[in-house]
């Protein structure tokens, strides 16, 4: 044994540089979480809409952590359910919390994500060559509906029942196989044990697909990097920033500003975006006065009552969401901005507003008036689609600036 060893501890930033350098080697997921999240050039113009595309990754991972807290005191059985919900809202502790939590974050999940695509629609970041980032933020959004859907079922009350019964009821619309497919799918003859069990199997299951398909979305956008509210391609390396800290911080400002409404919410109006008849047991022999779906399936719900043939309606609703994936191609013009677009600006928000109206009439009886509304705003939501290839065609756009 030599007598010259040197046996002083090495210094703590040499571990931690030799340990990263070890990992690095053998699996390189520090470096590429650091692309991703540090040195991720980003445009230096982006504005707050930008904020949501974080937000909605935080309100997904809320939903998941509170969902498995709930998921170790909920009951799949139809016997058990309902009750199983009181006790987490009365017995365990904190349950009331987690179970507001997971409620309340449904809603405002889907409200970030509403405002996220309309982000993408004014500032035409659906278009090429962000056709594919597009494509998977819609696949997103039909995996976040089935969630949805199948998660309001769980609680077992008349409005999980009949919502249920009304929505999987629209696939025997499916000529030759429909009632077989909704026989299937119920797993017996009406909604029941088996479709509860089922329905929580897949209400578990799928916000991890959701995980999957959002690491595709990041891959995709980080692939051709963020639009900008320009709208144009960004080639100088001046134009951009790393995204720590100048994002970092201004996402964690978003997110606090975003928890004032949520927590308010959770905390003293948790069941304002619920319905009070989710209150009473699930019950076969007797249906609701008004079958009404959560506020974020309204728009979708009234496209499919103001056709009067059951077929054509169930067409139109899943139409109205499919027809998302084409945007890129319906829309040609080579000007992503609205902010140069003066027609399609007004379009733009001609859409937004019908949309609301849309989900006004959905959340109202199919009488009167209501018919008349919900059949116009229908036609005005598929004219936007109709109109995008003849307003490239026509449309005289702003001047484009050369940079940011
Ligand atoms: C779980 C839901 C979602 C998550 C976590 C998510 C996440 C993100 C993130 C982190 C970004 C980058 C930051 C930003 O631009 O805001 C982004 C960009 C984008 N997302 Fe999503 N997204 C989701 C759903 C959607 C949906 C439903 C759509 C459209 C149907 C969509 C379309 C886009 C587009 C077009 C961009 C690029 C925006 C640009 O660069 O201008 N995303 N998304």
């Not at 500032?123 to 056709?131: F, I, L, M």
């Not at 329905?199 to 980080?222: D, N």
């Not at 059951?310 to 829309?331: H, Q, R, T």
Request: hydrophobic share 50%; charged share 10%.
């Amino acid at each position: 044994m030599s007598s010259h060893q040197d046996f002083t501890p090495k210094p703590v930033e040499k571990n931690i540089r030799n340990t990263y350098r070890w990992l690095e080697d053998r699996l390189p997921i520090l470096s590429f979480l650091s692309d991703a999240l540090v040195t991720y050039p980003a445009p230096r113009n982006l504005n707050y809409m930008w904020n949501f595309g974080s937000l909605a990754g935080i309100a997904l991972v809320l939903q998941i952590l509170t969902g498995i807290f709930l998921a170790m005191h909920y009951k799949g059985d139809v016997n058990l359910a309902f009750d199983s919900i009181q006790h987490i809202m009365r017995d365990v502790q904190w349950g009331w919390l987690i179970r507001n939590l997971h409620m309340v974050g449904a809603s405002f999940f889907f409200i970030v994500v509403y405002i996220h695509m309309a982000r993408g629609l004014y500032y035409g970041s659906y278009k090429s060559p962000r056709e594919v980032l597009w494509g998977l933020g819609v696949i997103i959004f039909l995996l976040m509906m089935a969630t949805a859907f199948m998660g309001y079922v769980l609680p077992w009350g008349q409005m999980s029942y009949w919502g249920a019964t009304v929505i999987t009821n629209l696939l025997s619309v499916i000529p030759f196989i429909g009632k077989y497919v909704v026989v299937w799918l119920w797993g017996g003859y009406s909604v029941g044990d088996p479709t509860l069990t089922r329905f929580y199997a897949f209400h578990f299951v799928l916000p991890f697909v959701i995980i999957g398909v959002v690491v595709l979305h990041l891959w995709a956008l980080h692939l051709h990097r963020s639009n900008n509210p320009v709208g144009i391609d960004l080639k100088r390396a001046k134009d951009y920033i790393p995204f720590h800290p100048y994002y970092t911080i201004k996402d964690t400002f978003g997110l606090g500003v975003y928890l004032i409404p949520f927590t308010l919410m959770v905390f003293f109006l948790p069941e304002y975006l619920g319905h009070p008849d989710n209150y009473i047991p699930a019950n076969p022999m007797v249906t609701p006065a008004h079958i009404v779906p959560e506020w974020y399936f309204l728009p979708f719900y009234a496209i499919l009552r103001a056709i009067p043939i059951k077929e054509i309606g169930v067409a139109a609703m899943f139409g109205s969401i499919l027809v998302l994936f084409f945007l890129p191609w319906l829309d040609s013009s080579p000007v992503r901005s609205a902010r140069f677009r003066p027609l399609y600006k007004q379009i733009y928000w001609l859409f937004l507003i019908n949309f609301v109206v849309l989900g006004w009439c959905g959340a109202n009886p199919p009488e009167g008036m209501f018919v008349i509304i919900a059949r116009v705003a229908t036609v005005l939501y598929f004219s936007f689609f109709a109109l995008l290839p003849v307003l490239a065609r026509y449309e005289k756009t702003k001047p484009l600036p050369a940079t940011i």
